[in-house]
C-alpha cells in the first residue's frame, strides 16, 4: 500500500523527490565539468612548460658545446702579424648596406 506524504495544510509531496534528483544530478553535473576543464587546462601548460624547459635545455647545451669548441680551438699565442686599429678611423667608420644580386 502507498501512502502519500501531505503537508500540513493537505498538499502531497509525490513529485518533490524528483526534483531534487534533479538539483543534485545538475549540481554534480556543473561540477564535475569544471574539474574537467580544469585538469585538461592544467595539462596543456603542464605540456607547454615541458616544451620550453626542453627547449632551453637544448639551447644551453649548443652553448656549451660552442664553449668547449671556442676554448679547444682558440689560439694560445698568435702567430700572425699583431693588428693594429686607428681608434679615430674605427669610431668614423661608414656601413653600407649589402646588395643581393
Given at each position: ?69 671556442l ?12 693588428v693594429?686599429v ?14 643581393k644580386?
Amino acid at each position: 500500500m502507498i501512502t502519500k506524504l501531505s503537508l500540513s495544510n493537505g498538499r502531497s509531496q509525490e513529485g518533490s523527490v524528483i526534483i531534487i534528483v534533479m538539483v543534485f544530478t545538475t549540481v554534480f553535473l556543473i561540477i564535475g565539468s569544471a574539474l574537467f576543464l580544469l585538469v585538461r587546462s592544467s595539462n596543456s601548460g603542464t605540456a607547454l612548460e615541458r616544451k620550453d624547459v626542453k627547449a632551453f635545455n637544448v639551447a644551453e647545451a649548443g652553448v656549451d658545446a660552442a664553449m668547449v669548441d671556442l676554448k679547444v680551438s682558440w689560439p694560445r699565442v698568435s702567430t700572425d702579424n699583431p693588428v693594429i686599429v686607428d681608434p679615430v678611423e674605427f669610431r668614423n667608420i661608414t656601413l653600407t648596406p649589402l646588395v643581393k644580386n
